[in-house]
């Protein structure tokens, strides 16, 4: 037993790993609750698009000795608004526009930085992830951006499920669904941005599918799938910050990576229910 608890507890000894804790903590709140949203309405391209779009207001940030997670913020949010702005005018479909403005975006941040001709750390710690360095100014920020999203959504969950489920009923009852589906996007930017310094530009749409697809296995209504999806992201994440900081390995992938583990487990539950007669059934068949 005292092995286990201090392969459990020891890592919290040292404040880094406490603010990684707490900052996953938070990712995993919106993740769940924004991922869940993400994969009912089949949106994942959107959040790796977004991901992507934030290198160019990183890069621009950097260069010019501004807050990179503000720039991450604004590149994010003009990407999540070009898509719908680019869809309804070039009247081209949903996933052509996502591809362009995600191009266009992550381009321009390559460019940038392609401007650099010294190597920089810090640029690229958001590019890969660098969650044991994750400051009190990141915890704060995160929490801050995290809270104003959850008051969003709690202050207009019917309308945003109304809009998820059938947008064309939401319209014909008076839901501005056209808003709401503009608001998602910003969602998604949003939940991007919290988990970004955490996870990093390449890996940060893991947070956003792979707890909210794991939990739809085991479940099927919405709430339950939102619940279900932020416990399952923060398993993920403390057995991933565990495994870094005991194997020594990045963790970032390792948390991504626990979470796909985590995905094959509810994928073999599903299967193993499938095959197990229910209750009702088997007294059918008897």
Known sequence: MDAIATWLFEPYEFEFMRRALLV?????????????FVVHKGMAFSGDALAHSTLAGVSIAFV????????????????????????????VSYDTAIGILFVAMFSLGVLV????TTYTPDLFSFVFGDILGVSR???IAAAILAGALLLFVGACYRQLLFVAFDPAMARTV????????YALLVMIAVAVVVALKAIGIVLVNAMLIIPAATASLVSSRFQRIMGLAIVLAFIASVSGLHLSYHAGVAASP???LSGCTLFLGGLGWR?????????????AVA
């Open 64 to 91: 010019a000795g501004m807050n990179v997670s503000i720039g991450a913020l604004i590149a994010a949010v003009i990407t999540a608004l070009g898509i719908s702005w680019t869809r309804e005018r070039a009247r």
């Open 271 to 283: 299967r193993w229910q499938g095959r197990t007669p229910r209750p009702a059934e088997a007294s």
């Open 24 to 36: 996953l903590a938070i990712t995993s709140v919106v993740g769940g609750v924004v991922g869940t």
């Open 254 to 256: 390792a948390i991504v």
């Open 113 to 116: 930085i392609s401007t650099r």
């Open 174 to 181: 008076g839901v501005p669904a056209r808003f709401f589906e």
């Open 137 to 139: 100014s990141d915890v």
